[in-house]
């Protein structure tokens, strides 16, 4: 399977994005998935597409890599700022994160 192909639940492709208003700055989710995310010059954390490109407007989400969905929800997961949020595109319903239900 390609990195390229996105992650599901069920088979549903996923996205992850991160609330920088949240972000501690602590760089959990860049240790755990450095392909996913990263820390800019401001000290926060930012997803980055499939180019390694940093997406820095708010709100902006990527695709969950199959690969590296273990990787993602564990960075939601151990965040201290409890800022990054995993969804399924098709309904934006949120899967991991603090507001999953």
Known sequence: MSVQQEAGVDGEALE??????????????AQ??????ELDIDGL??????????LQDRGAAT?????LLTD??????ECPGECIHVRRVS?????YGPDAG
């Open 16 to 29: 992850v994005w991160i609330d920088q208003d949240l972000c501690t700055g602590d760089g959990i989710c």
């Open 32 to 37: 755990y998935a450095p392909e996913v995310f």
């Open 72 to 77: 993602v929800i564990d960075s939601a997961r």
């Open 91 to 95: 309904d934006n319903a949120e899967v």
């Open 45 to 54: 954390a930012y997803v980055k597409n499939a180019r390694d490109e940093l």
């Open 63 to 67: 695709p969950v890599p199959l690969p």
